[in-house]
Each structure stands twice: as structure tokens, then as C-alpha cells.
């Protein structure tokens, strides 16, 4: 395990959340457009794909938390901390030494079971219900729909660095073509989003568990359902648990539990 240096990159400056932008991250009193939360745990997530390959893409987890912003083009330093010979902690810095980030990182002797699909209707192409607190409570209460994604060479988070080169050679698409962190996590982000309308919104941490890479073209559904949702210093959170399955089968590829701002203090 070895510290690891790279340069930020926002892949979705005109994402529907635009916080993800210029002009509305300034006018919350950032410098300009957030690099995605989970691109950020993908940076903290890299030694480990490094090190213990598509085995930590079947097997590995991580706790990582989004502690202050990241943003395109800056230069960033990952500083790892061995636990043991299969786990690490890790600390993202901005050239502040301001520290963006947090995770502890492992691949666990033994691999948690994985959730069951419990078949949940699948959404339509209507517009979501804004996230007020009411609409919120109520998906809480009745349940969320599903969502279909597809992992594919095109998509916007087919890397999270802007040189693919750079990237583990599993992840790369001349290479693995395995799905990483910023797509699989981003998936968690998205499901959300297409149950609750937000803009903007800020991600904040996830937990999730890998049980199994998911290779090149794979369909796929996420399920999602609230588990927690809260107010703290004027921003409106919600906890969320997402499982990611095959499309096609009853393979699990991973869990992820989120937290997020849903509405912003002043909104």
C-alpha cells in the first residue's frame, strides 16, 4: 500500500444536480463546481483495486466519509495507513493539506450475505416528486421504485480520472472493463434521485460491499429503500440502503448505504 497523487476530475459539470456546476456551487459559497462524492471515494477506493485486484471488486468494502469539496483540476494526495495486510485507512488532501476525505478501506476474510432482490416496481420516465420532508416520509413509508442502469464504455463515469490511463488496468476499457467505484457508488446517487427530485444536493458518505465485479455491459437493477431521515444545522439528510443486481439473474454486485443532503439550509 503506497500514498498515490492524482489530479481531480469532475465528470458531469452540466449534471441535472448542479451543484456539480459553477454558477450554483457559487452561489452556495464554493469556488466553483463539486467534484462527485463519489469520485472522491473512488480516488480513496484506487489502492485498493491497486493492490488486491478484482478480488476487492468481489469481496472488499469501504466506510468513506465526504468531509469538505474537491474540484476539477486540482491536484490531490492520497495518504494510506495500513491496518493490517487486508485493510487501510486513508485521508484525501487538497494542496491546503485540507483534508476533502476519509475512508477505511478492507477486504474482509469472510464476505457478508447478500441482499435478496425483492423485485420492486420498476419507475417510469415521470418526473420524480420534489424531496420535501413530506414526500420523503412517504417514500419511507410506501417503499421506492427501482431503477435500470447499464455500465457501458460511454458513460459519463467509465473513469473518474482524465487521463484512463492512469486508472488500475481492470478498470481500464482496453483492459478489464470492470465497473469501479465512481459508476458503482454512483448508482446509489441516481436511484435517489429518480425517486425524489433534488437540485441541488450534496452526497455526503456510503458504506457499501462488493460481491462481485461487474464486467463490461452488464444490465442492471438498483433497488433502494429509506431508512433514516434527519435535520441537522438546516440541511435535510436522508439515509438510504441500495443493493445493485443483475438485471438478467439474481447475482448481487454490491450494497450501498448513502447519506445525503436532499435540501440544502435556505432552500
Same mark, same amino acid.
Given at each position: ?96 493539506? @485540507?483534508? %476533502? ?11 457478508? !450475505? =447478500?441482499?435478496?432482490?425483492?423485485? &420492486? ?84 458518505? @456510503?458504506? %457499501? ?11 442492471? !437493477? =438498483?433497488?433502494?429503500?429509506?431508512? &433514516? ?39
Amino acid at each position: 500500500m503506497q500514498n498515490w497523487q492524482a489530479t481531480a476530475f469532475n465528470q458531469v459539470p452540466h449534471s441535472a444536480n448542479e451543484i456539480h456546476g459553477d454558477k450554483i456551487a457559487k452561489a452556495y459559497g464554493f469556488k466553483g463546481g463539486l467534484v462527485p462524492g463519489v469520485t472522491v471515494s473512488a480516488y480513496l477506493c484506487h489502492p485498493a483495486v491497486e493492490s488486491w485486484g478484482a478480488n476487492w471488486l468481489a469481496h472488499g468494502s469501504a466506510d468513506v466519509n465526504v468531509l469538505s469539496p474537491l474540484y476539477d483540476g486540482e491536484a490531490f494526495e492520497v495518504e494510506v495507513t495500513p491496518v493490517s495486510d487486508t485493510a487501510y485507512r486513508a485521508l484525501l488532501r487538497r494542496p491546503d493539506g @485540507t483534508v %476533502s476525505a476519509s475512508a477505511e478501506v478492507s477486504l474482509p476474510s469472510q464476505t457478508p !450475505v =447478500a441482499p435478496q432482490r425483492r423485485h &420492486d416496481v420498476m419507475g417510469n420516465k415521470r418526473a420524480a416528486p420534489p424531496a420535501v420532508r413530506e414526500n420523503m416520509q412517504q417514500l419511507r413509508e410506501q417503499g421506492c421504485c427501482a431503477v435500470a442502469f447499464n455500465w457501458l464504455p460511454e458513460h459519463e463515469m467509465h473513469t473518474y480520472l482524465l487521463d484512463e490511463t492512469q486508472l488500475p488496468q481492470l478498470h481500464q476499457m482496453d483492459g478489464g472493463g470492470l465497473a469501479n467505484m465512481s459508476f458503482i457508488l454512483g448508482c446509489s446517487n441516481w436511484v435517489l434521485a429518480r425517486n425524489a427530485y433534488m437540485n441541488p444536493w450534496v452526497h455526503m458518505a @456510503t458504506q %457499501s460491499q462488493n460481491y462481485a465485479p461487474m464486467p463490461m455491459g452488464t444490465a442492471l !437493477v =438498483a433497488e433502494m429503500a429509506v431508512s &433514516d431521515l434527519f435535520t441537522k444545522k438546516g440541511h435535510e439528510f436522508v439515509d438510504v440502503q441500495v443493493a445493485l443486481f443483475d438485471a438478467e439473474g439474481s447475482t448481487c454486485f454490491a450494497s450501498i448505504d448513502l447519506r445525503a443532503i436532499y435540501r440544502l439550509r435556505g432552500l
